[in-house]
């Protein structure tokens, strides 16, 4: 396969999930407008039971709400509501593979003064590892204008891209180079033992910086003619 024909199927694999996506979205449109007609049929029953009591029959509005309600409807929603709940909850698996994303994101994050940000609710692997991999991308010069999106689909393309972004990023961090003299940064480290490593990265030493400005000899001997006369 040419350069050209890859590119082609990674951008036709990015198109179909934008698609996905935009089905997604309707389908969850579709659920609230669906959830808010059956909370205005449910509060006007509610209101139909008050008014059945003061007219002395209290069963008489419950009997019309099993009647009203559409039962495959109910049934759909429900369905629905359990889909969202599941992809809202993640396995143990996940959570592990979430936390091993954010490690290596977060050591990176800390050394240019940030921290890795959490997953969000129903964020999948692959959306938050582009959202942490962004805020590197503009320390790598190889890889600062690439749209992780698209070559997602690739997941070895994928890891060699994230592990380039997080690399040229550290390198930036961890360089003194466009520092101003004697201008220092503080890289503060969770070691895997617990205990915090705080590193300072910059040009010039403390011992230089109180120094006294170097002299040098120009002459030895006297200062004016005639001196010692």
């Not at 190889?142 to 997941?155: N, T, Y």
């Not at 201008?183 to 503060?188: A, E």
């Not at 480290?189 to 490593?197: L, R």
Request: hydrophobic residues 40%; charged residues 30%.
């Amino acid at each position: 396969m040419t350069p050209e024909e890859l590119l082609k199927a990674i951008t036709e694999v990015a198109d179909g999930l934008r698609t996905d996506m935009a089905e997604i979205g309707k389908k969850c449109d579709s659920i609230g407008a669906r959830h808010d007609e059956l909370a205005g049929e449910l509060k006007q029953l509610k209101s139909d039971a008050k008014k059945d009591e003061d007219d002395g029959d209290p069963t008489k509005a419950r009997r019309t709400a099993a009647d009203s309600v559409d039962p495959s409807a109910f049934a759909s929603l429900a369905r629905s509501v359990a889909d969202l709940r599941q992809r809202q909850s993640r396995p143990m698996a996940d959570l592990n593979k979430f936390a091993d994303a954010q490690a290596k994101a977060d050591s990176v994050m800390r050394a240019l003064g940030s921290a890795a940000e959490p997953p969000m609710a129903g964020e999948d692997l692959v959306a938050y590892k582009i959202r942490t991999h962004r805020k590197m991308q503009p320390h790598s010069p190889r890889w600062k204008g690439v749209d992780l999106q698209i070559i997602a689909a690739d997941q070895a393309a994928f890891d060699i891209a994230l592990d380039g972004i997080r690399a040229d990023a550290m390198a930036a961090a961890t360089s003194p180079v466009g520092m101003p003299e004697f201008q220092h940064r503080m890289i503060t480290k969770t070691m895997p033992g617990g205990h915090i490593s705080r590193e300072f990265i910059g040009n010039g030493t403390v011992f230089k910086q109180l120094s006294r400005p170097v002299r040098h000899v120009q002459s030895i001997g006297p200062r004016w003619a005639g001196a010692g006369v």
